[in-house]
């Protein structure tokens, strides 16, 4: 190539922009050797589901794979809507021994009391009238029992006598039956006397003290859950419950099950309570009562099933679901909720083949059971899954 020696200056560009280009060329060759090998990504056929992985692939070592579960589960149950209830054997009301004025009430709405303890004090005139009673048949008794004294001397002077022919056979038989009537109505002078004595015991009242007032006591121990006086007022009713107590250390729960599905509860057999109070929770109850009749409007028969309460947190009026279960197991396939993955309308899990192969695998959920779900179909006891880290093998499908 001949360069025309008027151009010196356009000779010089050119060999500048040749050097350019070759320098430009070695420095991209140095780009693109790094000095360590890239891992390859995990490679997944979404048709058949196989997802393949590399050995030294990071993500393998934030994967967690385990076996699937067995769990021994009632071959068959029923659940049905319940709610908790008070036991009534457990309910107790303190009404009025008789009528007055309300002086003090000792307690107040949701108070812990103890059977005796004070709860309402009265005034009465009730009080004085049974006192009255009481000295009134005391005195018949000290009367009664003079008579008796009085009866049995001259009965013995009438027998000194007759043995002496001093007087009549006559009168010494009117004797014996004078001192005969006289016992007798000791007697009933004594009985008068008890019943006084044992109403003021009733009332709570001591003997021989006036102007006492009643005290009206709880009938069991337990919480104050009604109360219905205040202090002043007059209460001539004494049918009508003043304070209600109920002891909810052992409550019921009751519900309504099928007719259909009543075969699955028996008596004396467990439940397993679930409440929407207490999320996650269970509480392990035994069934006390099943109704001798079905319901003709639902169809249902009622069961009732008592269970502990010790703290107090199971509360009257709360709403869950009892679960019945019938006699036999059977080991159920159980995987923790992580495993499972959605894939389309449809749950899967990741089956470990072998190292670094995973292969999708449909599964057919049955019931949630400690965090995770029974399975009705796909796997068996014993088999691998993947329960953390199956974002990345999905992500590869």
Known sequence: MKLSRRCPGSYILFCLAVLAGTGCGASKKATAEPGE??????????????????????????????????????????????????????????????????????????????????????????????????????????????????????????????????????????????????KASLQQAQSARDQAKGRLQFLGLKPNQFDQTLTVTAPISGKVLELSVVAGEFRNEINTPLISIADLSRVWATSEVPESQIRFCRLGGTATLELIAYPGEQFRARVTRIADTVNSDTRTVKVTAELENPNGRLRPEMFGRLRYAAEGTMDTPWVPENAVVRIGDKDFVFLEESKGRFRSTPVQLGKRHQEGYTLISGLTPGQRVVTQGSIYLKAAL
């Open 37 to 182: 090998k890239a891992s390859a990504p995990p490679v997944g056929d979404k048709k058949s589901g196989l997802v393949v992985m590399k050995p030294d692939a990071p993500e393998l070592s934030q994967m967690k794979i385990e076996p699937v579960k067995a769990f021994a589960l009632p071959a068959e149950e029923v659940t049905s809507p319940a709610r908790i209830e008070i036991n009534p054997n457990r309910l107790g009301h303190a009404i009025l021994p008789a009528p007055g004025r309300i002086v003090q009430v000792l307690v107040k709405l949701g108070d812990a009391v103890t059977i005796g303890e004070p709860v309402v004090t009265i005034q009465s005139s009730v009080v004085a009238e049974a006192q009255a009673s009481l000295v009134q048949a005391e005195a018949g008794v000290r009367q009664a029992e003079l008579a008796v004294s009085k009866s049995e001397i001259d009965l013995g002077r009438l027998s000194d006598l007759f043995e002496h022919q001093a007087v009549a056979k006559k009168e010494v038989l009117a004797a014996q039956t004078t001192s005969a009537l006289v």
